[in-house]
DNA sequence: ATGCCTGCAAAAACTTTGCAGAATT
DNA sequence: AATTCTGCAAAGTTTTTGCAGGCAT
């Protein structure tokens, strides 16, 4: 099981609050819709932009200097983790656990690859006198023009 | 051996310029300088400004808009490789070849993961329809005040 | 001589910050 | 009421682009 986190909110406000709450943050308006957007459901990969747009869309107030400051705020308290994509912009995961990611730069797409996509999983070693914060794993996907069959 | 492009170049204007040019690129003053801060000795690994610095310290002419420009042509025509970090900057790597690498954000440092850090190493599947362009594989490290060995 | 490349500056994209007002406790 | 947070805009970073002049072929 690996979606320990996918149903801990039922999506009531009592429980964003409460989890806004025990992560040490105020639950203002603006933090309840992000948690609502965010860690409610399945888990998603967002950067400020798009998480801006949706939020907006759906008629929700804030801005996108106070998305910035959420997502790194609850990044900060380990409600997100953010993933090092190409190098273009920031982007945040739902899932905090350890796990590798694919990336389309063609459909600007990321998402989980499934540790069964994996042979076998391997920790890498720190170099003495340090120690491993975290691992990110992105893999570069393309389209495959090829029609073989492997 | 791993090192193949190591001493491929042996810092000679003569040997750069034919580099450059089996590349398909221009040997121009700007190109052939980077090359020789990058592609000649031992791999290494730089972002944008960091080579500006250096090329500039040394007194080498070029414009910081020029070295964007030149570490994307280094990097489509495969000398370079792109290496995702955190999302702050751009970094390349002079070895192009598949590894992983580690990062010191409180040092503003990267470096070559060796594989004998590495248990196993594994190759993910790609979803079908995609294929795998590249991997990169980041492990972020912190100094480790534990005093403890392990 | 032609065409590609460079430099500079301007702009674009992304992210952070400062301050007054508003919401939370 | 005190403190923290938000919004807006302004500024900071990083990266790309446009155009005139320069270099490579």
């Not at 999506?11 to 709450?21: A, F, G, H, V």
């Not at 965010?38 to 950067?47: K, N, R, T, Y």
Request: net charge negative; proline share 4%.
């Amino acid at each position: 099981m690996t979606d320990s986190k996918t149903d801990i909110c039922d999506n009531s406000n009592d429980t964003i609050t409460k989890r806004l709450r025990a992560a040490g943050l105020r639950p203002t308006v603006q933090r309840r819709t992000v948690a609502e957007n965010l860690l409610c459901g399945p888990h998603q990969h967002v950067d400020a932009s798009k998480l801006f747009e949706t939020i907006s869309g759906n008629g929700g107030r804030i801005s996108l200097a106070t998305i910035y400051n959420t997502l790194n705020d609850f990044e900060r308290v380990g409600l997100l983790r953010r993933i090092a994509i190409s190098g273009e912009r920031t982007w945040f995961d739902t899932d905090t656990g350890d796990h590798r990611h694919y990336y389309i730069p063609d459909e600007d797409r990321v998402f989980d690859c499934p540790s069964s996509a994996l042979v076998i999983d391997v920790t890498p070693r720190a170099p003495s006198g340090y120690r491993i914060e975290k691992v990110d794993v992105v893999i570069h996907l393309e389209a495959d023009t090829t029609k073989t069959s492997d």
